[in-house]
């Protein structure tokens, strides 16, 4: 039994101040409790508050200030973590070494993986720390208390660099940010910066364990991620396990095996080791380079041979990595300590019941706050909605066009054609499609941007190609449908932040997608358990078969597609579902 937090007259949280750029919280009166019983409700949690059409200040593209650029209330993430989760009998330490962490340092789904993990450890009365490097584009106010705990010297091609490291708390997490005093991680971005990437990373990953060093910290487990950290695992057994450090284990998770972290010998030298120690194929070696000259080493690799436990992000693709790719014989030497554990959501920063970037609340229980955010963000996009042309004065009827979005770092891997080819797809069967992507290559990003001065003038297609944390939020909750094509997926964070917001996903059945998301039409599937829509091929035909069904079904089967949106949002894709496989890892390997 929980009870919601209804405001009685349905009068709105949050309410665009006079100059029109502000979101100010409006005290709620005759507010009263309502209870209810149904079982998910918790999981949902209630609703910060009802909105009312009426009170909505609804944007127009025209708007000074785009409506996902205005300033939102602050987050405070303390209030909604979780409170009724079972703590670990024999809590542990763990230091997340990595180059990414929501919201602060975020590019794609590592960033909510490392703040999503950390957050559902810490619940379970672990200490965590997230140590990641101090990019310049890191916004300080982001951070909560933050100060400089300590300088010190890390190595780099003979010389000892002077670095600070400071202290500070991101949504909840602590944080010990690592500022070289060098041009490391300066620039505008989290990648792309005007310095050597793979120097910086090197260089970094040797920090933060001469930073444990210096200051006796030693963890149970160092938990690092991706190539770019793939070297720490080197660095402790051949060099730091020798000086101070003897009680951490290490941990690797991959989450997309594209990058390999190659590099040449002399590279890692620059940090200290002996590059060509590394140069066989049972440590470092690149294969795919063998008998080239000069043959090269992969960080990746090295970090899997290395690592106490390497941890890929779904059970297929587990699997399909096990099968495929240069990296797979090395995967099968250690498939002992090879695991696939699913990523989970951070439901306190994706909660559409709580979230402080939507213009109205919703949890499955009552989506009336949805049909909302669909007609805000219509509104601000310039898309029709049956809303359109009525001033402040929203009508009733909610719009019934099916709005599709996809949200994506525009890479290949993500299905470019298909994506692409959806919008003619979506348009001709009548509906609304908004892409929200950032394209790293000049090619891909001019195509897009073709494509989005063809289309975003006209009523159904919208294409930004822009990041936006906040406008993401408002997507996901303003979505019918979410559109995942992807070549290939580890895990795929999309579609469960999706479904979280009652959006139902349309997958290609590959890697974590296919672990998340099941057929409504597909016989062997348990009913409750259906939640989208899923094809197989990596063709334009495939793709119809998928998306035609899910068009029919919103738009013929009105019933069957509520109990569909119900059911993807009392999907538990969360961390404490498999949180508890990370910590049976960790456990497996530390010191006792
Ligand atoms: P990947 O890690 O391969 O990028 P995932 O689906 O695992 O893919 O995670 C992507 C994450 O990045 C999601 O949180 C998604 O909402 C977010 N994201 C991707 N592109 C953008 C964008 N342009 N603006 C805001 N968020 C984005």
Same mark, same amino acid.
């Given at each position: 039994m929980s009870s919601l937090l209804l405001n009685a007259s349905h009068n709105l949280c949050f309410k665009l101040s006079s100059s029109g750029c502000q979101w100010q919280p409006l005290l709620p009166n005759n507010t009263h409790r309502v209870s209810f019983s149904r079982v998910g409700a918790e999981k949902q949690g209630p609703i910060a508050a009802l909105a009312s059409a009426e009170q909505l200040v609804w944007p127009s593209p025209s708007d000074e200030t785009p409506f996902w650029k205005r300033d939102f209330p602050s987050w405070n993430a303390d209030s909604d973590v979780p409170s009724d989760v079972v703590k670990d009998s024999d809590p542990m330490h763990v230091i997340h070494v990595t180059a990414e962490m929501a919201p602060i340092a975020k590019v794609g789904g590592l960033g909510d993986v490392v703040t999503g993990l950390a957050r559902a450890c810490l619940s379970r009365g672990h200490t965590v720390d997230v140590m990641l490097p101090f990019y310049e584009c890191i916004q300080r106010q982001q951070v909560v208390d933050l100060e400089l705990v300590s300088t010190y010297n890390s190595y780099l091609e003979g010389e000892w660099i002077p670095v600070n490291a400071y202290r500070g708390v991101v949504t909840g997490i602590p944080v010990i940010l690592i500022e070289p005093s060098n041009q490391f991680f300066k620039g505008k971005q989290v990648y792309g910066? +005007?310095?050597?990437?793979?120097?910086?990373?090197?260089? &970094?990953?040797r920090a933060c364990l001469e930073w444990m060093q210096v200051t006796g910290i030693q963890p149970d487990i160092i938990h690092v991620h991706e190539w770019q950290t793939g070297a720490l695992p080197l660095l402790y057994w051949d060099m730091y396990h020798h000086l101070s450090l003897k009680k951490p284990r290490i941990v690797l998770t991959i989450h997309n095996m594209e990058h390999y972290g190659e590099c040449r010998q002399e590279q890692i030298s620059k940090c200290g080791l002996d590059g060509s120690a590394y140069a066989t194929v049972e440590k470092a070696v690149d294969d795919r380079t063998i008998g080239h000259n000069p043959e090269r080493l992969s960080l990746l690799k090295g970090g899997i041979v290395y690592s106490n436990a390497v941890v890929t992000v779904s059970p297929t693709y587990l699997k399909e990595?096990? +099968?495929s790719g240069w990296l797979a014989g090395t995967l099968i030497k250690s498939r002992d300590k090879y695991f696939g554990i699913l990523n989970g959501i951070d439901t306190t920063m994706w909660n559409p019941a709580t979230d402080a970037f939507l213009p109205a609340q919703f949890n499955a229980h009552n989506i009336e706050g949805k049909k909302l955010c669909k007609q805000y963000v219509q509104r601000g996009l310039g898309l029709i909605s049956e809303a359109s042309g009525s001033g402040n004065q929203m009508p009733d009827a909610?719009?019934?066009v099916p709005l599709v979005i996809c949200i994506t770092r525009l890479v290949p891997q993500k299905?470019?054609?298909?994506?692409?080819?959806?919008?003619? /797809?979506? *348009?001709? =069967?009548g509906g609304q499609m908004i892409i929200l992507g950032k394209a790293s290559d000049a090619r891909v990003e001019s195509e897009f941007k073709h494509l989005a001065d063809l289309h975003n003038q006209g009523p159904s297609i /919208?294409?930004?190609?822009l990041y936006s944390e906040e406008l993401s939020h408002m997507l996901y909750a303003a979505a019918d449908m979410v559109l995942v094509p992807s070549i290939y997926e580890p895990c795929g964070l999309s579609q469960m932040l999706g479904m979280r917001y009652g959006a139902v996903p349309i997958v290609r059945k590959t890697g974590? =997608?296919?672990?998340?998301? &099941?057929?409504?039409?597909e016989q062997s599937n348990h009913h *409750?358990?259906?939640?989208?829509?899923?094809? *197989?091929?990596?063709?334009?035909g495939s793709f119809n078969w998928a998306l035609d069904r899910a068009f029919t079904y919103h738009r013929e089967k009105p019933e069957e597609w509520t109990g569909i949106v119900r059911r993807v949002m009392e999907c538990d894709n969360t961390w404490n579902n498999t949180a508890g496989k990370y910590i049976e890892v960790y456990n497996s390997v530390r010191v006792a």
């Amino acid at each position: 039994m929980s009870s919601l937090l209804l405001n009685a007259s349905h009068n709105l949280c949050f309410k665009l101040s006079s100059s029109g750029c502000q979101w100010q919280p409006l005290l709620p009166n005759n507010t009263h409790r309502v209870s209810f019983s149904r079982v998910g409700a918790e999981k949902q949690g209630p609703i910060a508050a009802l909105a009312s059409a009426e009170q909505l200040v609804w944007p127009s593209p025209s708007d000074e200030t785009p409506f996902w650029k205005r300033d939102f209330p602050s987050w405070n993430a303390d209030s909604d973590v979780p409170s009724d989760v079972v703590k670990d009998s024999d809590p542990m330490h763990v230091i997340h070494v990595t180059a990414e962490m929501a919201p602060i340092a975020k590019v794609g789904g590592l960033g909510d993986v490392v703040t999503g993990l950390a957050r559902a450890c810490l619940s379970r009365g672990h200490t965590v720390d997230v140590m990641l490097p101090f990019y310049e584009c890191i916004q300080r106010q982001q951070v909560v208390d933050l100060e400089l705990v300590s300088t010190y010297n890390s190595y780099l091609e003979g010389e000892w660099i002077p670095v600070n490291a400071y202290r500070g708390v991101v949504t909840g997490i602590p944080v010990i940010l690592i500022e070289p005093s060098n041009q490391f991680f300066k620039g505008k971005q989290v990648y792309g910066g +005007c310095y050597n990437e793979l120097e910086a990373y090197l260089f &970094f990953s040797r920090a933060c364990l001469e930073w444990m060093q210096v200051t006796g910290i030693q963890p149970d487990i160092i938990h690092v991620h991706e190539w770019q950290t793939g070297a720490l695992p080197l660095l402790y057994w051949d060099m730091y396990h020798h000086l101070s450090l003897k009680k951490p284990r290490i941990v690797l998770t991959i989450h997309n095996m594209e990058h390999y972290g190659e590099c040449r010998q002399e590279q890692i030298s620059k940090c200290g080791l002996d590059g060509s120690a590394y140069a066989t194929v049972e440590k470092a070696v690149d294969d795919r380079t063998i008998g080239h000259n000069p043959e090269r080493l992969s960080l990746l690799k090295g970090g899997i041979v290395y690592s106490n436990a390497v941890v890929t992000v779904s059970p297929t693709y587990l699997k399909e990595t096990l +099968c495929s790719g240069w990296l797979a014989g090395t995967l099968i030497k250690s498939r002992d300590k090879y695991f696939g554990i699913l990523n989970g959501i951070d439901t306190t920063m994706w909660n559409p019941a709580t979230d402080a970037f939507l213009p109205a609340q919703f949890n499955a229980h009552n989506i009336e706050g949805k049909k909302l955010c669909k007609q805000y963000v219509q509104r601000g996009l310039g898309l029709i909605s049956e809303a359109s042309g009525s001033g402040n004065q929203m009508p009733d009827a909610a719009p019934e066009v099916p709005l599709v979005i996809c949200i994506t770092r525009l890479v290949p891997q993500k299905g470019l054609h298909l994506i692409t080819h959806a919008i003619k /797809r979506i *348009e001709e =069967l009548g509906g609304q499609m908004i892409i929200l992507g950032k394209a790293s290559d000049a090619r891909v990003e001019s195509e897009f941007k073709h494509l989005a001065d063809l289309h975003n003038q006209g009523p159904s297609i /919208r294409i930004l190609l822009l990041y936006s944390e906040e406008l993401s939020h408002m997507l996901y909750a303003a979505a019918d449908m979410v559109l995942v094509p992807s070549i290939y997926e580890p895990c795929g964070l999309s579609q469960m932040l999706g479904m979280r917001y009652g959006a139902v996903p349309i997958v290609r059945k590959t890697g974590g =997608l296919a672990d998340t998301v &099941f057929d409504v039409d597909e016989q062997s599937n348990h009913h *409750e358990m259906t939640n989208g829509f899923v094809f *197989e091929g990596i063709d334009e035909g495939s793709f119809n078969w998928a998306l035609d069904r899910a068009f029919t079904y919103h738009r013929e089967k009105p019933e069957e597609w509520t109990g569909i949106v119900r059911r993807v949002m009392e999907c538990d894709n969360t961390w404490n579902n498999t949180a508890g496989k990370y910590i049976e890892v960790y456990n497996s390997v530390r010191v006792a």
